[in-house]
């Protein structure tokens, strides 16, 4: 029997994958198609969603992509009756596809099983070795072994901090006390990554079972995940996961057999993105604003309550089962001399091909622009890529042949953050992209540190009087002063890492900056009152396209007539110039 | 006030009853203060003061407390609410894929702007950091769906779409 796996994780759902999961079901029923229909997560590439799989009776799988209700209908009809696959559609199949090389510089460790298995079914996880990695640990090592373990592998935080697990589950070990806690960080609110998202959507046992291994190893018998409230079926598929584990009775009491406790619980947070440090995410589970406080003590000595606390993000729970199925020396043996391992980063931007790619470190960032995106969309320039959110920076074009790793990174000045990788070409303005992420940290600034509470919203104003074209000479020097002051005056990670994008942009592209506040021009013709819009007579064909599509009717002309903007009434939104296929609309 | 208040009691009754039955549930256990706003938000669509009130009584934290969490996360909110919330993500994949453009375009078919709710009451707008859907950028949500891949052309669509179920 043929099996069809439809991929539902939040991007096939939002590019209209229930939709295309109807019209199989549908088809199913109206034709009595013997298959199994299954759903499944997402295996990464976003780009093509909705993404429908058919394996057939000889365990053969034919990927399809872009699949809408209606070629669905057609697949189910040719392939699934006929077993005649509609081979132009096919995006992954045993021969060579034009997506293959979004796949060939992968190493998938954390995304093992996304888009692979039923994420709301345990006995698929299983089917795959899932809980092995747990059995094993309790049957055969002793905490200080699983420490030793994780240590060996040199796997490092990948929420941001990049911190060695072994070492601070080591730290949380030692702590004094007999009622500790581990907490899942599922409070992924970098704008540009995903990763956690989906691995919680399309494989969340994989990150239970992380857990439990390392509350074995720290001895904490209580966690808990404190998971976004944006992500409302990640918290769904969370809380099945937990039901289905309780009644094999892989969590509760004496978990598989032995004399180990361990329970989850999850808690959804109400919306602030300082609550992923550390000490701000405890404040929020206890019920209080989430507010980061002062360190030492450290989280592994007082955290939630009082008590030992040890905290990781969702991917590093996710890589912990393979490496103790694996190995610590298989884990080390990617990567480089200080980042060990693979990293899943999330590409999104002006890319061609956008998605969860998971790569071993050191891989350079050409290589993931060029060889797995696909490079730019719509053929334009490749001008930087921005990384670790708003607290990282943006590495220019030119710098592409860097290997990715903690080091390499923060010596641009940019940060590993959770993974997020924007790319930017050559439309985007570097100066306005500096104010998105200012206002980003001023909006979500706890309020605590003056210097990250004003001072960025000092840096903004700069940022803004600059984009609107009353930048003023010095204002690069003062950007410059108050980026330092908030970094060396504040207490977390927001504040400390608030003015990397600013630092960044102004290191790698002060001629922007410059032209701005000097020339009132933005070279990337983006800042709207930097520009005027007109029609150029002799590249205009009169076909009415731009006046239709300006929404303030600020452009006049008859048909097959030469068109004329209104700069008076114009708002300079750039409907025309996207609309006219002439290339008759000029932006200066 | 009150009045909406009641309407919506009507409304959502049985989410009101699982409010008040989260209070009962309530035994002393520590951090429970969150998931109860959360839980009164469901019921309500918002925070109304009474509900600071039964919420005060029971965990015994003071109103000017529980005040001071609601207004630190942006997820909660103390006046009534559309009854389909729009998120439009503002994040920075959808930032670089012209998001302002689908807002302008949310903020003219429904004549509101952020934050606010329309005077049918059906829609409230809510520009957003990253609802984490970065691939399929431009990306809003409305209740609990996502949509991506946006253009102002599909957003006056869905809009349509929605209004058209409204009345129906």
């Known amino acids: ?588 | 006030m009150l009045q909406k208040e009641e309407i919506r009691k009507e409304n959502t009754g049985s989410q009101f009853y699982d409010f008040k039955t989260e209070l009962w549930k309530y035994q002393g256990e520590k951090g429970a203060l969150i998931p109860l706003l959360q839980s009164a938000q469901e019921a309500y669509g918002y925070i109304p003061e009474s509900a600071i009130d039964h919420i005060s009584e029971v965990v015994e934290i003071p109103g000017a407390e529980i005040y001071g969490v609601i207004t630190f996360y942006s997820q909660f909110r103390l006046k009534p609410m559309g009854k389909n919330i729009i998120k439009i993500c503002d994040g920075t994949a959808c930032h670089v894929n012209a998001s302002t453009g689908i807002l302008r375009a949310l903020v003219d078919e429904l004549q509101i702007g952020n934050d606010e709710t329309t005077e049918d009451g059906l829609f409230t707008l809510q520009k957003v950091a990253c609802l984490g859907c970065c691939s399929l950028s431009p990306v809003m949500m409305i209740n609990d769906d996502t949509f991506g891949r946006l253009t102002p052309k599909k957003v006056k669509e869905l809009l349509k779409e929605f209004r058209t179920k409204e009345n129906a």
């Not at chain 1, 199949?93 to 709301?120: H, W």
């Not at chain 1, 002793?142 to 060996?152: A, H, R």
């Not at chain 1, 050559?426 to 600034?445: D, G, I, R």
């Open chain 1, 1 to 588: 029997m043929k099996t069809i796996k439809v991929g539902l994780g939040t991007c096939g759902v939002s590019a209209g994958g229930e939709k295309t999961y109807e019209a199989i079901k549908h088809e199913i029923e109206k034709e009595n198609i013997q298959v199994i229909l299954k759903e499944t997560g997402c295996n990464g590439m976003c780009y093509r969603e909705p993404l429908v799989e058919v394996i057939d009776e000889e365990n053969h799988s034919f990927l399809y992509g872009d699949v809408t209700p209606e070629k669905a209908t057609r697949i189910m009809i040719d392939h699934v009756m006929k077993n005649m696959p509609v081979k132009e559609w096919i995006v992954q199949n045993s021969g060579p596809t034009e997506d293959d090389a979004f796949f060939q510089k992968q190493r998938r460790i954390v995304l093992r099983n996304c888009g692979i298995i039923d994420p709301n079914s345990i006995d698929e996880y299983i089917a795959v070795g899932g809980y092995e990695a747990i059995r094993t640990v309790i049957k055969k090592n002793t905490p200080e072994q699983v420490i030793d373990i994780m240590t060996k592998s040199g796997l490092r935080g990948r929420g941001g901090g990049g911190f060695l697990t072994g070492v601070k589950w080591k730290f949380c070990r030692q702590a004094e006390g007999t009622l500790k806690y581990i907490i899942c960080n599922a409070d992924e609110g970098d704008p540009g990554a995903f990763m956690d998202r989906s691995t919680l959507e399309s494989d969340p046992h994989s990150v239970l079972e992380g857990m439990m291994i390392g509350a074995y190893a720290i001895g904490a018998e209580e966690g808990y995940i404190y998971c976004r409230a944006e992500y409302p079926k990640a918290v769904a598929r969370l809380k099945h996961s937990i039901r289905e584990a309780l009644a094999k009775g892989f969590l509760g009491k004496n978990i598989f057999g032995s004399n180990v406790n361990f329970s989850i619980k999850i808690k959804e947070g109400a919306g602030a993105f300082v609550c992923g440090e550390e000490t701000a995410l405890i404040a929020s589970i206890e019920g209080k604003r989430g507010m980061p406080r002062f360190r030492p003590p450290f989280p592994a000595n007082k955290g939630l309550w009082d008590k030992p606390t040890n905290i990781n993000n969702v991917e590093t729970f996710a890589n912990i089962p393979w490496i103790i199925m694996n190995g610590a020396e298989a884990f080390a043996a990617m990567g480089t001399e200080n980042s060990k391992g693979t990293k899943v980063f999330a590409l999104a931007g002006k890319i061609a091909r956008g998605g969860l790619a998971e790569v071993p470190m050191g891989i350079t960032i050409n290589e993931i622009v060029y060889d797995i995106g696909g490079g730019i969309k719509g053929g334009k320039k490749f001008k930087a890529v921005q990384m670790g959110g708003p607290s990282g920076g943006c590495i220019p074009a030119s710098m592409g042949d860097l290997q990715i790793d903690y080091q390499q990174i923060n010596k641009t000045g940019a940060i590993m953050g959770s993974g997020g990788m924007v790319v930017l070409d050559e439309t985007t303005c570097m100066v306005e992209m500096a104010k998105f992420f200012l206002s980003f940290t001023q909006e979500e600034s706890c309020g605590k540190c003056t210097f990250c509470r004003i001072g960025t919203k000092r840096m903004l104003e700069i940022l803004e009087r600059i984009t609107d074209g009353n930048g003023r000479e010095g204002d690069v020097e003062l950007l410059q002063h108050l980026a330092y002051q908030i970094r060396n005056n504040t207490i977390c990670g927001l504040g400390q890492t608030a003015p990397n994008p600013v630092l960044t942009t102004l290191k790698y592209f002060p001629e922007e900056y410059e032209a701005h506040i000097r020339d009132k021009k933005c070279p990337a013709h983006s800042c709207a009152p930097l520009l005027t819009f007109s029609i150029q007579a002799d590249a205009c064909k009169g076909c009415t396209l731009c006046a239709k599509a300006c929404p303030v009717e600020a452009i006049s002309g008859e048909k097959k007539k030469v068109h004329e903007i209104n700069v008076a009434t114009c708002i300079k939104c750039g409907k025309c110039f996207e609309t006219c296929k002439f290339n008759a609309v000029l932006k200066n």
